[in-house]
């Protein structure tokens, strides 16, 4: 085991305590209403012990849902470069993580979403404010359409998940990443910034 | 009840035995090669009885996998008209199906091959030899290139559903199918006839 420096894991009872609220917390209220001091309250325990075990909002939410990556650290690098390109670098890091091993955590979390509506909502949330407000919010198009932009990108990521990952459909199941962001790029760059129906 | 006319249910345990006996082996050999002699030997009965309980095998194909809807029907209906409406035609076919009673079946059929492994491959020969088969076929395009296209339409159209009816990602859950039409109709369109990556 590597030797952990600065914040420490904590008391792992108090640690679950504080996951457990989070989790309904975020389910119940959505990332954006739910308060780490509510949280606290629930998990009876005081709100800097929150933040000292595990910072921010968002990384609570991250360790709750035991998310396979940081979209904090992902979405930046998708969105530098060329805008044109941005459809095609996020089906290539989508991919990247899906098929890394980080993917097996990511489809636990998918088959859960499915047959649990709690961890829909979660999902639903992460989806929503991890990764689509980051990408969205650094696009020059109109913000009445951001919503629609957004859960259109998701339908056809969680497709491509479902389909190489969960189905598995040949060719899509093993087909070169390139190949795959090739053909979906263009889509998720229209769904981004092309013309969409009003 | 309405008064069935014609063939006749039969024997439910002999049918339920005929159904098992298919599922397996449509799941172990695929549709294309499992046969209607062999599933009657391993439920005990005459190949006839198969054919008179169920018909064809694409029908007891479908009746084993409690199919929501048959495509041998549907999908003509898509491919008559303009050949570049086909990608609208089979989004507003694909969500009549689902946003209507038949859709909980349609539902449970997908929840059940995330967390089944049979039920995947079932769901995988659906796709396939029933849906996009019928409809690739018809299509004036590269026949090599045939199967990407296919599993390319399976990925935006299950994300569709997963997002619009499990997962519930809002607003695409709401939206009028119309937009959703319009939106992802063009996405199919491409997948379906557009110039893909080599």
Chains 1, 2 share one sequence.
Do not use: C
Request: proline share 8%; aromatic share 6%; hydrophobic share 45%.
């Amino acid at each position: 085991m590597t030797r952990r420096t600065g914040r420490r894991p904590g008391n792992p009872d108090t640690r679950e305590a504080i996951l457990d609220a989070a989790r309904t917390a975020f389910a119940e209220r959505g990332f954006d209403a739910a308060s780490i001091r509510a949280i606290a309250a629930t998990a009876g325990v005081d709100p800097a012990l929150v933040h000292h075990y595990f910072g921010s909002k968002d990384q609570l939410f991250l360790a709750a849902m035991n998310a396979p990556i940081d979209p904090g650290e992902m979405v930046p690098k998708v969105l530098l470069g060329d805008p044109d390109g941005t459809g095609e670098r996020l089906v290539r890091a989508f991919l990247a993580v899906w098929d890394s091993p980080a993917g097996a955590a990511a489809q636990a979390l998918l088959r859960s979403a499915v047959s649990n509506e709690w961890t829909a909502r979660l999902l639903r949330e992460f989806v929503t404010t991890q990764v689509l407000r980051r990408v969205l919010e650094n696009l020059d198009v109109d913000p009445g359409q951001l919503p629609l932009r957004g859960s259109l990108v998701a339908t056809q990521m969680i497709g491509l998940a479902m389909m190489r990952h969960v189905v598995r459909l040949e060719p899509v199941a093993s087909a070169d990443p390139e190949v795959l962001v090739a053909a979906i790029g263009p889509t998720i760059q229209r769904y981004l910034t092309g013309p969409l129906p009003t």
